[in-house]
């Protein structure tokens, strides 16, 4: 099983950017998709997170300007992020609850930098 991130780059504050991620590989259900961010010398910290019945939870510092949504026919997840600030700048990495052939387990991706800067 493997998590493609994409979607990161430089945005202005006030600007938006959707990230996205893609499983594939022997998959066969995916329960809790998550993303998590990693500023500059800080710990990875969880944004947004979505079950696979819609339910979904945010971080305080991102509700009300970030939208997680997934495909569950896709195995995609995406991040709606808007009204950028500086301090959302980060390596954005999709994570993923995962039952493939071999059991549940969580993925990783590997990770989408997010700059935002005038």
């Known amino acids: 099983v493997q998590l493609q991130a994409s979607g990161g780059g430089l945005v202005q504050p006030g600007g938006s950017l959707r990230l996205s991620c893609a499983a594939s590989g022997s998959i066969?259900?995916?329960?809790t998709m998550?993303?998590?961010?990693?500023?500059p010398g800080?710990?990875?910290?969880l944004v947004?997170?979505?079950i696979s019945s819609g339910?979904?939870?945010y971080a305080d510092s991102v509700k009300g300007r970030f939208t997680?949504?997934?495909?569950n026919a896709k195995n995609t997840v995406s991040l709606q992020m808007n009204s950028l600030r500086p301090e959302d700048t980060a390596v954005y990495y999709c994570n993923a609850a995962v039952r493939g052939l071999t059991?549940?387990?969580?993925?990783?991706?590997?990770?989408?930098?997010?700059?935002v800067s005038s």
């Open 28 to 31: 066969v259900s995916i329960a």
């Open 34 to 39: 998550n993303w998590y961010r990693q500023a």
């Open 42 to 45: 800080k710990e990875r910290e």
């Open 48 to 50: 947004a997170t979505i």
């Open 55 to 57: 339910g979904t939870g």
């Open 68 to 71: 997680i949504s997934r495909v």
């Open 103 to 115: 059991g549940p387990r969580y993925y990783w991706g590997q990770g989408t930098l997010v700059t």
